[in-house]
C-alpha cells in the first residue's frame, strides 16, 4: 500500500508528473474518439449516398 | 472497355479501395502502437530510475520528447506531402497534408504542456521561454495557421492547394525561425545551463524514450491512415451531394 | 522589365491618387507606439529599453493593417486574371505591386521611426541601426505579407486569418532586427545581426514571389 503511495507522490513531482501524462492520454483519447467517430459517420454517410445515387441512375434507365 | 491499368497510387483515391488496404495495415500498427506505448509507459514510470539531479520529474520527459519529435516529423511529412500534390498531382497527397495536420497540432500542444510541466519544478515558473519552448509555440501557430486556411474556402479543393502551399513555405521558414529564435535565446539567456532534455540520458532512460517515440509514431500511423479514409469519404459524399442536386 | 515597371509606377500612381489610404497604417504605427509610454509608464530607462522592440511590433502591425486590399481589388474586377494570363510572369508582377505597396507603406514608417525613436528614448547610438534594420526589414515584411494576401484570396475572414499566418512567419525578422538595434544600443557591433537580416532579405526577395504567385494562381482557377 505504501508503496502506491510513493509511486503516486513521485519523489514529490507527483503534481507535475501526472497532469503530463493524463493531458497526454486525454490528447491520445482525444485523437482517437474523434478520428473514429468521424470515419464511422461518413462511412454511413457514403453508403447511403451512394445508394440511392444507384438506385436513381437504375431508375433513370428504366425509363 | 479497356483493360488499362490504373496506376498503383491513384487506384487508392477510391475510399473504398484505400479502405481495403488500411484495414489490412491497421492492425498490426495500432497492435504496435499498443504495445510499445503500453511498455513505454511501463519503464517509464516504473521500472526506470530517476535522475540524479531532476529526480521523478524527468519521467515527464517520456511525453515531452516523444512529442516534440513528433511535432516536427508531422510537419516535415506534411511538407513532403505537399510538395508531392503540387509536383505530381495525386488527391492523396494533398488530403494527407490535412488528415496529419489535427495530429501534429495535438502533439505540439502536448510537447507545450508537458514542458510547462516540467519546468515548474525544475524553474520554478509554468513558462519560459527557452527555445525549445519558443520555437514549439512558434510551430504550433503555423498548424493552427494551415487548420484555418484549409477550412476557410467555399471551394474545399482550392482550400487543400492553398494549404499546402503554406505549408511548404511554412517548412521552409521552420528552419530560420528556430535558428532566429536560438539567436534570441543565447542573446538574453547568456547564462542558460537547462535544457528541457535533461543533462544527459542515461542508458536506462534510453529504453523508455525509444519505446515510447515508436509508440507515438505508430499512433501517428494508425490515426492518420483512418483519417486520411475519412477525407476520401467526405469528398466522395461532397461529390454524391453535387451530383444528386444537378439532377 | 518594362512591363513590370509599368506595373510599379501605375499602382503606385493608383494608391497615390487615394491619399487618404496612405494615412490609415501611418497614423496607426504613430498612435500605437504612443500607447507605450502610455501603458506602461513614462520611465525614461524602461521606455529606452522597450523602444527597439516596440518600434518592431508597431512597425509589423501597421505593415498588416495595409495589406488586406494588397490583391483584393484587382481580383474584384478581374485585373488579376488579365495579370495572370499576360506575357509579364505573374512572379514579376507580384513584386511590382509589392514595391509598390512598400513605397506608401514601409518608405513612410521609415521616415517617421526616428521621430518616434525620440518619444520612447531610443539610445543614441541606435538610430542608424533603426534605420537600416527598417530599410531591410519592412520589404521582406511587405513581400510576407503580400504572400499571406495572396493565400487567403477568397477566403473567409481573410483579415484575421492573414494576421495568424503571417506572424510566424515574421518572428526571425523581428527577432534580428531589434537584436541589433539592442546590440547598437549597447556599444556593441550591429553587423552579425544585420548580415543575418539581409540574408533574410535576399532570400525572401526571390522565393517568396514564387510561393505568391501560385497562391495567385490557386485563387484565380
Known amino acids: 500500500m505504501t508503496s502506491f503511495a510513493t509511486f503516486l507522490a513521485m519523489g514529490g513531482y507527483g503534481g507535475y508528473v501526472w497532469p503530463a501524462y493524463g493531458l497526454t492520454l486525454l490528447a491520445f483519447a482525444g485523437m482517437l474518439v474523434w478520428t473514429m467517430a468521424t470515419l464511422k459517420a461518413r462511412r454511413r454517410e457514403e453508403q447511403g449516398l451512394s445508394a440511392a445515387g444507384r438506385s436513381r441512375r437504375g431508375r433513370r434507365e428504366a425509363k | 472497355m479497356t483493360t488499362a491499368r490504373i496506376p498503383l497510387l491513384h487506384r487508392y483515391a477510391n475510399p473504398a479501395a484505400f479502405g481495403r488496404l488500411a484495414a489490412q495495415i ?4 495500432a497492435g504496435a502502437s499498443a504495445i510499445l506505448l503500453g511498455l513505454g509507459l511501463y519503464f517509464g514510470l516504473f521500472a526506470s530510475p530517476p535522475d540524479y539531479q531532476q529526480g521523478e520529474s524527468v519521467r515527464i520527459m517520456y511525453v515531452h520528447v516523444p512529442a516534440a519529435i513528433m ?34 497540432a495535438a502533439f505540439t500542444f502536448i510537447c507545450l504542456a508537458a514542458g510547462s510541466l516540467w519546468g515548474k519544478p525544475m524553474w520554478g515558473a509554468w513558462w519560459v521561454w527557452d527555445a525549445r519552448l519558443t520555437s514549439e509555440l512558434v510551430l504550433f501557430f503555423l498548424y493552427l495557421g494551415y487548420l484555418a486556411l484549409v477550412d476557410a474556402f467555399d471551394d474545399p479543393q482550392r482550400g487543400l492547394k492553398a494549404g499546402a502551399i503554406l505549408v511548404l513555405v511554412g517548412v521552409v521558414d521552420l528552419p530560420i525561425i528556430k535558428f532566429s529564435v536560438d539567436w534570441w535565446n543565447t542573446l538574453h539567456q547568456p547564462a542558460s545551463l537547462m535544457t528541457l532534455s535533461g543533462p ?13 517515440i515508436g509508440g ?22 461532397r461529390a454524391w451531394r453535387t451530383a444528386a442536386g444537378d439532377e | 522589365m518594362n512591363a513590370a515597371l509599368a506595373l510599379f509606377l501605375h499602382d503606385l500612381r493608383l494608391q497615390l491618387r487615394h491619399g487618404t489610404d496612405l494615412i490609415a497604417p501611418l497614423a496607426f504605427f504613430v498612435l500605437a507606439t504612443l500607447m507605450v509610454p502610455l501603458g506602461v509608464g513614462p520611465e525614461p530607462n524602461l521606455l529606452a529599453r522597450l523602444a527597439p522592440g516596440m518600434l518592431w511590433i508597431t512597425a509589423l502591425l501597421a505593415t498588416l493593417l495595409a495589406l488586406d486590399r494588397l490583391f483584393q481589388r484587382d481580383f474584384e474586377d478581374g485585373t488579376l486574371d488579365l495579370l495572370a494570363l499576360s506575357p509579364l510572369p505573374l512572379e514579376l508582377a507580384v513584386l511590382a505591386k509589392v514595391a509598390a505597396h ?23 547610438g541606435s538610430y542608424v541601426t533603426l534605420e537600416i534594420s527598417l530599410l531591410l526589414g519592412t520589404p521582406v515584411l511587405s513581400m510576407i505579407g503580400a504572400f499571406g494576401a495572396a493565400v487567403t484570396l477568397g477566403a473567409r475572414r481573410g483579415g484575421a486569418l492573414l494576421a495568424l499566418l503571417v506572424l510566424p512567419l515574421y518572428v526571425p525578422i523581428l527577432i534580428f532586427a531589434t537584436s541589433a538595434i539592442g546590440a547598437a544600443g549597447e556599444g556593441l557591433s550591429p553587423r552579425p545581426h544585420l548580415l543575418l537580416l539581409a540574408s533574410v532579405f535576399a532570400g525572401g526577395i526571390v522565393l517568396v514571389p514564387f510561393a505568391a504567385a501560385a497562391a495567385l494562381r490557386n485563387a484565380l482557377e
Not at chain 2, 74 to 101: E, P, Q, R, S, T
Open chain 2, 26 to 29: 491497421l492492425p498490426w500498427t
Open chain 2, 71 to 104: 511535432s516536427e516529423v508531422v510537419y516535415g511529412l506534411m511538407a513532403a506531402a505537399a510538395a508531392a500534390g503540387i509536383i505530381w498531382k495525386h488527391a492523396l497527397a494533398d488530403l494527407f497534408v490535412k488528415a496529419a495536420a489535427p495530429l501534429g
Open chain 2, 200 to 212: 544527459k540520458v542515461d542508458p536506462s532512460m534510453l529504453l523508455p524514450l525509444m519505446l515510447m
Open chain 2, 216 to 237: 507515438f509514431t505508430t499512433f501517428f500511423i494508425t490515426v492518420v491512415l483512418m483519417r486520411l479514409e475519412s477525407e476520401l469519404l467526405a469528398r466522395r459524399i
Open chain 3, 102 to 124: 512598400w513605397v506608401t507603406t514601409g518608405l513612410p514608417l521609415l521616415i517617421i521611426a526616428p521621430v518616434l525613436g525620440v518619444m520612447l528614448h531610443l539610445d543614441t
